[in-house]
């Protein structure tokens, strides 16, 4: 119940897009179209998870016992890097068109805050393995609803009406705020 209890704050209550407001490049540079938001989505749902997973093994079993704890920024990073590397040539070759789509935003996973925002966290919280994953995999399902769902309220918006000063990134933004505030709706729930 516990681990149920982590995976639904991860991603409604603790919602690293609306709620911490990490992770914001991709969320409004690949929320243009659905289908690219998905992809991703799912790259990051996998980055974050095994992130989460290597980086805990890290910290506690190589960091901790050799006193380097203060070095887990430059190892939490180099982890991230490689496993962006990783999903980087996985989606060259399975999906190239999604590769297109992605374009300079998929190398950039390895610079989102999120992720590294993710780790830092499951090790500040002291979090055992897996509940690091677990909450790690939320908090990733909760990137990839938010970015989807904004992405399908973008590309409503992009056939709509809007004031000539509002067309294009205002009314993004605006719509993320809008978005923000009904996610606030959650905290009140765990």
Not at 12 to 31: E, M, Q
Not at 60 to 82: D, G, K, T, W
Not at 83 to 109: D, H, N, R, W
């Amino acid at each position: 119940m516990d681990l149920f209890i982590t995976l639904l704050a991860a991603v409604f209550v603790n919602n690293f897009i609306f709620c911490k407001f990490l992770g914001i490049c991709p969320f409004l540079g690949v929320s243009k179209k659905v289908e690219t938001a998905a992809g991703m989505g799912i790259a990051v749902i996998f980055v974050i998870t095994l992130a989460s997973a290597a980086t805990w093994l890290c910290y506690n079993f190589l960091l901790v016992p050799l006193h380097l704890e203060y070095l887990y920024n430059i190892a939490f990073i180099l982890i991230i890097a490689s496993l962006v590397q990783f999903v980087e040539m996985f989606i060259k070759k399975s999906s190239p068109s999604l590769y297109q789509a992605l374009g300079v935003y998929l190398p950039l996973i390895t610079t989102n805050c999120a992720v590294l925002g993710v780790t830092v966290n499951n090790m500040e919280s002291s979090f055992g393995f897996i509940k690091s994953i677990v909450n790690g995999f939320g908090a990733a399902v909760g990137f990839a609803l938010a970015i989807v769902l904004f992405a399908g309220v973008r590309e409503r918006i992009a056939s709509s009406p809007i004031p000539k000063p509002f067309q294009g990134f205002p009314i993004a933004l605006i719509t993320a705020g809008l978005m923000s505030i009904a996610f606030l709706g959650f905290s009140g729930m765990l």
